[in-house]
T-cell receptor
């Protein structure tokens, strides 16, 4: 148990579907992150939120839409995805978005786009 | 652009062998350095970190890493591996004191009993 919980653990969706990934952290952290982990590629940072405000969008396509209603919850809304978007999506949190803090990761959502 | 390079993609060792995994990064300013480990079926977890001070840092489970600024390196070491060390290891760099962790591609370590 990491203190960062992601749901669902697995998701299969069609290219025309709309779905959402949920992340919740119980650590009292102020920063939250979405990462994408594809096979044979490094983890890619997608979005950074600090105190509910988005501070980083790493050139992510608009078919991925993040939402951070409060410091404990982070969503990733998905629509009209492509098969190449199939990957493991990891949520992480840290005390703040400065460099000298440890990030805690959830177990991820394994997404398959068909 | 900042990047992290891990030289070994797949390492196979026998128990009690020594381990060294290479990690180099490209960034000329202040960095914070991390090694994360992902055991089979588990989440990413921190193995050790370097922010400042003694460049030789010790982490959990007997792992250590040495920051060599002149070589832009942060190699991970363990004198004697165990079967339970079988996992994927990721080097990560936070450059410029931001919240952005840049990860290497990861090294899969397989330890044979």
């Amino acid at each position: 148990e990491t203190g960062v919980t992601q749901t669902p653990r697995h998701l299969v969706m069609g290219m025309t579907n709309k779905k959402s990934l949920k992340c919740e952290q119980h650590l009292g952290h102020n920063a939250m992150y979405w990462y994408k982990q594809s096979a044979k590629k490094p983890l890619e940072l997608m979005f950074v939120y600090n105190f509910k405000e988005q501070t980083e969008n790493n050139s992510v396509p608009s078919r991925f839409s993040p939402e951070c209603p409060n410091s404990s919850h982070l969503f990733l809304h998905l629509h009209t995805l492509q098969p190449e978007d199939s990957a493991l999506y990891l949520c992480a949190s840290s005390q703040d978005n400065q460099g000298d803090t440890e990030a805690f990761f959830g177990q991820g959502t394994r997404l398959t786009v068909v | 652009a900042q990047s992290v390079s891990q030289h070994n993609h797949h390492v196979i060792l026998s128990e009690a062998a020594s381990l060294e995994l290479g990690c180099n990064y490209s960034y000329g300013g202040t960095v914070n350095l991390f090694w994360y480990v992902q055991y089979p079926g588990q989440h990413l977890q921190l193995l050790l970190k370097y922010f400042s001070g003694d460049p030789l840092v010790k982490g959990i489970k007997g792992f250590e890493a040495e920051f060599i600024k002149s070589k832009f390196s942060f190699n991970l070491r363990k004198p004697s591996v165990q079967w339970s060390d079988t996992a994927e290891y990721f080097c990560a760099v936070n450059a410029g004191n931001t919240g952005k962790l840049i990860f290497g591609q990861g090294t899969t370590l397989q330890v044979k009993p």
